[in-house]
Every structure is written in C-alpha cells, then in structure tokens.
C-alpha cells in the first residue's frame, strides 16, 4: 500500500482534466505540505522539488544538529552521533537536509494525500468553471437537455457542466425533450455550497439582442445600434434600431433580404412577432412607429406626465391594440409613454353614447379600464366579444358581462 505509485495517481489527473503544469504543481504542493504536516506535526522544516516533466517530486528535511545529550524532537533535530554518520565533518549548530521517501508515511496519511489531491482538484475545476461562465454573462450558450422538471430543465454544455434553465426563463411555447440543443443568454453565475450556479434565459431582451447580433452583421460590426428591446416572450416585440451610416437603413439590414435575417429568430423565439422599427429622438414620431401596424391621425403629447393621446379612425384602433393589447402595451414599454386611445368621432358615433355617461352603473375604474384599449363609447364596446374584452383588459368576465348587459339596455331604451 506505501508503495502506490503517486506521481502516476497525479499524472492521471493532469491527462484526463487538463490541468497546465503551473496550476498542477501548485496544487500537488499544497497537498504535500498538508500531508507532511498530518504525518510530522509540521511542515515548516520541509522543502519541496516538483518535477511535472517527469512525473515526479522530492521532499527534502532541514533538522540542526544537537548534541546527543539535548536530542529531543526527531523531527527539527537530529543527535550529533547520527548526523556523523551522514557526514563526519558535521557539528553541532549545523542543518542537515536529507531526502523523506513517501512510501515510509503511516498508510493513512497516502490516503489522506489522494482524498485531499482529489478534493483540490475538484475545487480547482469547480472555480475554473465559475470563472469561465463569470467571464460570459450576456452572451449566448448552449446546452443539451439531460432532465426536465417542473421547476426547471437542467442541459450539460460540452464539457459536462450543468446549466440552468428556470420554468420563470422559458418561453411559454418552449416545449423540449430530453436531449434536445437549447440555446439562450446566459444572465447569472454564482457559487451556491461550493458548487457553481449557471444559469440561462430564454425570455430576456438580452437574449433578442444577441440573436441579432448573430444573425445581423452590421449590429455586430458597430454599424447599427439596438437602442432598445422589449418583449412579451412568446407573444411580440418590439426593436429599436439606428444606423451610424446613412446609406444604411437599419431596419432593412435586420429583416435581410425576404426576411431571411428575421424569420431565423422567429423560429428560435418560437414564432414571437418581431417589429423592427427606426429608433428616434423625436417623440410624436417614435409613438406613430411603435403603434405601426396602426395609422394615427393625431397625437398629443403631455411631456411632463409622459403620456400621449393618440387618435385612430375606428377601424384602426384594434390594430394600435393588437391582440392581447400586446401592441400598445409594447409601444408604451418602447417609448416610455403612457398611451391613451381615442377613437375619432363619424357620422355613426354621433349616435352614440360615451362610456362616461354609464358612470352610474359602471364604476370608474372599470371604465377606465375600458378607455385604456379605445373602448370610449358604448357602442365601440359592443363591437368585442366578452372573450375578447376579458384578453385586452384586467376585468373579470362576470363584470364585462355586467356592462355589456347596462349598455344593450340603455340602447334598447
């Protein structure tokens, strides 16, 4: 058992994890000096000769020599009689080194000296890890599924390293299977009892942004510039974009030619609707882009509330909505300003009735609710489905049933 060969325990170690030989013969010191200390008592009189190229080391002691008589600790001393016997000119006062052979240590401090190059090792490697990933926040990774949960998928990058993908960072329509490639942004690296945390997104802007620096050279060279990204993963979003040379058009470049550029992350998104628009500092102008699909024939901005109210013709408010009321509720997130719809009045309208006019039996907050997605009329109300009502707004069903039915029997007065 003294006779393990220990240096072919250790070379094993460097050739399967790829350790460098600095970090190697660091690490095989530090164990060597913990275990002359568990074997001596100490480590201060000993001295180390690492040797990687070759697969081996030395281990020298220091001991003075005293005088037979005083000779009383074996370990930093060594009695005149016996230091002649090395050398005769030797004398009291003098050091003496000579070379410990490992195979003389009791059996248990070789196995404490494996366990603890082992633990090393494997903290060297835990923190290298760490350091690596650290060093990649915000970038782009790759796993491969190896365990779904509840909770959470767990992927192994190429190395074997496990990454986190939380329920929380899934795109609703993700749906992956074991041994699936998954790719997404990497937004957080901690050390959690020893042991490094890696953990990715797939519903973060961060994520967006880097699938078009990948798939949009000239985001990549500095040519356009994401000014800003906001999403509803899954659902829609919306990108901001600006170019630094006028021969350039921003939006053009990121959807590419047929829209290959754009449909690629499409596809990666799970079919998220993604509008590029032209980013700008004029405010009036960066709503009108924001709420495209729809056609705005006027807007008013209040600058000091950061609120705008912005009229349509009828047949265009469903589309400054969008469906879910994803639409206005992105271009707000977008611009930085509360929107408010408001239907332009017709001919129809004069025979209408506004929301307001219910108060009585509606309360304000409900109403409020109501305008929030153009609903400023009764009959502008009538025109959705309860269904439909419930998905654009935060009202219960029972309380839009509430004011469909005040509405329909005011008109039937």
């Not at 020599?65 to 006062?93: C, H, M, R, W, Y």
């Not at 659902?235 to 939006?251: G, H, L, N, Q, T």
């Not at 990666?268 to 980013?279: R, T």
Request: aromatic share 8%; charged share 35%.
């Amino acid at each position: 058992m003294k006779e393990l060969n220990l240096m072919e325990f250790f070379a094993e170690f460097k050739e399967e994890r790829n350790i460098d030989r600095p970090t190697l013969s660091k690490i095989l010191e530090e164990v060597l000096l913990a275990s002359l200390k568990k074997e001596y008592g100490t480590s201060d009189n000993f001295s180390i000769i690492i040797n990687p190229d070759k697969n081996d080391f030395e281990i020298y002691r220091e001991r003075i020599v005293v005088d037979d008589k005083d000779f009383n600790d074996p370990v930093t001393q060594i009695p005149l009689s016996e230091a002649k016997k090395i050398d005769n000119d030797f004398s009291v006062g003098e050091t003496v080194s000579d070379r410990i052979d490992i195979r003389t240590f009791k059996r248990r401090t070789i196995t404490f000296m494996r366990n603890a190059f082992q633990n090393k090792i494997m903290e060297y490697e835990k923190n290298n890890v760490y350091n690596k990933y650290k060093e990649k926040i915000g970038e782009i990774i790759s796993g491969e599924v190896y365990l779904i949960s509840k909770k959470e998928i767990l992927l192994l990058d190429d190395e074997g390293n496990e990454i986190i993908l939380p329920r929380s960072e899934q795109i609703p329509t993700d749906n992956f299977k074991k041994g699936d490639q998954v790719i997404g942004v990497l937004i957080k690296v901690e050390m959690r009892n020893g042991l490094p945390i890696i953990t990715m997104s797939r519903t973060s802007p961060m994520f967006l942004e880097k699938l078009f620096e990948r798939e949009v050279p000239e985001i990549n060279d500095g040519l356009i510039t994401i000014k800003k990204i906001v999403r509803i993963p899954g659902e829609r979003a919306k990108v901001a974009v600006e170019s630094y040379d006028e021969r350039i058009d921003p939006v053009g470049a990121c959807v590419g030619v047929k829209g290959n550029r754009i449909h690629a992350i499409v596809r990666e998104l799970k079919n998220e609707n993604i509008d590029v628009i032209n980013y700008t500092t004029n405010p009036e102008l960066y709503i009108r882009r924001a709420l495209s699909p729809a056609k705005i024939t006027d807007i008013k901005i209040y600058e000091n509330e950061k609120r705008a109210e912005v009229y349509l013709n009828p047949d265009q408010v469903s589309l400054a909505i969008g469906k879910g009321g994803f639409n206005i509720r992105l271009a707000s997130m977008l611009t930085g300003y509360e929107i408010d719809v408001y239907r332009n009045i017709t001919e129809e309208d004069e025979e209408d009735i506004e929301i307001e006019e219910f108060a009585d039996e509606i309360e304000d907050w409900v109403i409020e609710e109501l305008k929030k997605i153009g609903c400023d009329t009764a009959k502008s109300v009538l025109k959705y489905s309860v269904e439909d009502l419930s998905r654009l707004t935060d009202l219960e069903e029972e309380t839009i049933k509430h004011v469909i039915e005040v509405i329909k029997k005011e008109f039937e007065k």
